[in-house]
């Protein structure tokens, strides 16, 4: 063979060893890389896309399937090859990856010289939370808007079963904010008329409810406390009032009882003179025993009626005492009883300051899934949260804003609301009250706009 055509037939073989050693790894990925559902090979290939945790890639080693499989970057933005020691390849290239990887088992010897491919197997999730009927985590596509992920989550609007009880459950939430707002108002007079029934005042004023549009039920709530209020004071007076009349009863019976026992007193005197003289004519021999007997028997008898009379007056005063000190005791219970009524509206004033508040939250949350459920054509705010450089960014988005992967899509709508009990009860909105078909029965939920 001529020395030229052996040089050829060398650089040839060169070149052919060269091209098999380059191009065979590529065509090796070439079926991957076209697979379906694989991202573009431009958009693999540009640089403005960087792994990120989350993300899964699919690495080739050529030659060695033990080194080669899908693998997951991990929140700290490693992978794991087997045989090999975790690589970061967080906000890498794939070209970038395929280095690093490459260096990697170069540097652990694992090969001499490691022909690597590297291509992405799976993006981060899109994360899709809000208003939308599906919420959850939906795979990323290149094209992705909002509005692609949005549909991805079922559309706008909350899930079947919400939609079907959203109003119901709004009307409950409704009702129990109102009596809870009712039972806080009663409480409040009601704190106001006990505190002025404690000071012993004659009359209460309501405190200043401003906030109540109400003002009927608001008049009734007072009406009932001042009739209240009014009634234990009657009630109080009555009791006193009663014990009172019956110490001139009593101041008459002491002095009728204190003349009998004086007269009684000066018959006894009068006994006891009869008695003295008659026992000296006795020593005479003038009189007979019999008669100085009974004389005897007479004054015992008026002795005993005049401590009677005595021990009569002595019980009428203690009694006068008595009414005294239960007039006090009267005002003392009715005092008591006040207060245990103030301090358990002030312990139900204590709960509905915890209970009030979060109802309104709940009557609230309701309210807005009962708006997304009856309304049409409300409006959608849209926000993403995005990692940069390893912090999150709120970003605001319209339906046409590009996403990328690994964004978190909340939506958020402006919607109709359904009224409340305090602006239904107001004049201004008594023409859109909710309002009952006779015909057929059901009731309408008349909507406004915020």
Known sequence: MPVNRYREWTIFGDVRRLARRQLLPLVFCLPLLLSPGAPRADD??????????????????FGQPELSGDLLIDDAGFVSIPLATAVDVKDLTLSECQKRIGEKLLADGLLRSPSVGVRIAELRPLYVLGDVRLPGAYPFRYGSTAQSAVALAGGFGPGEILRLTAVSEYLLAEERVRQLTLQNRIMLVRK??????????DTFSPPDLGGAANQKEMLEIIANEQDSFRTQ???????????RSQKPLLKEQIDANSEQGNAGKKQLDMIRQQIDRYGALLKQGLGTQNNDFNYRVLEANQEAAVWRLLSDVSRLRVEAGNLDLKIKEVDAAFKRQIALELQQTRDHLNELEITLPAAVRTRDI????????????VRHVITITRMRGGRAAVLDADETTAVEPGDVIDVKSEMPRLLSFDEAA?????????????????????LISR
């Open 44 to 61: 693999l290939e540009s640089h403005t896309y960087r792994l990120a945790p989350g993300d899964r890639i699919t690495v080739i080693v």
């Open 426 to 446: 107001s004049p201004a909105s008594e023409s859109r009250l909710p309002t009952t078909d006779q015909a057929h029965g059901h009731k309408t939920v008349t």
């Open 192 to 201: 106001a008329r006990l505190e002025a029934q404690r000071d012993g005042l």
């Open 366 to 377: 309701k309210l807005r899934y009962a708006g997304g459920a009856t309304a049409q054509g």
């Open 233 to 243: 004071a009657a009630i109080q007076r009555g009791q006193i009032d009663l014990l």
